[in-house]
């Protein structure tokens, strides 16, 4: 069950991490009455701990959204491993580039190219942290060459990510 099926529009792509604290809330009914209770306390408290550190690093708010504006959002995040450039958003969803652009800052708070920046940075983290190797998680996320990805990565969260990495290597 998918709590949060409107695109959320953290950073980080935390919109599957709070599904997984909402379904845990969930189990807690299957559980015998004394431990449910405890449960169900504890794992809200982790969710709303979860959603405090989201709020707190790097996110954008949670919006109403254009119509529009929507649909580009569930194309961008349904793309972000692919070539995606501002020419082909516009004439896949048959509006004038400018125009999408003033319509995506006005309802995002931000350029589409720095969203998709943003977002492939937050996926690149990700992949990261879970282990894979910097060089594996620039390309997985849709950076074409390591430099821009360095270069983008150390501006965005102000350190190389090599900080992420176990083994301390950009490589």
Partial sequence: M???????????GSQYDLNFYMKSI???????EPLQLVST???TLSLLSHIYFLQTNNT??????DERIRKVLKYLDDNLRNEISLNVISEK?????????MLFRETVGTTIMKYISIKRLGLARQE?????????????????????????????YGMAPSKLSPDGVDF
């Fill in 2 to 12: 998918n709590f949060f099926s409107e695109p959320l529009h953290f950073l980080n």
């Fill in 26 to 32: 969930m189990e807690c009914e299957k559980m015998e």
């Fill in 41 to 43: 306390r504890v794992r």
């Fill in 60 to 65: 954008v708010k949670p919006v109403i959204l």
């Fill in 93 to 101: 969803f048959s509006i004038t580039k400018n125009h999408l652009n």
């Fill in 128 to 156: 990261i942290t879970s282990g894979a190797s910097i060089k594996e998680a620039a390309y997985h996320s849709g950076f074409n060459d390591y430099s821009s990805f360095f270069r983008a990565y150390k501006s965005f």
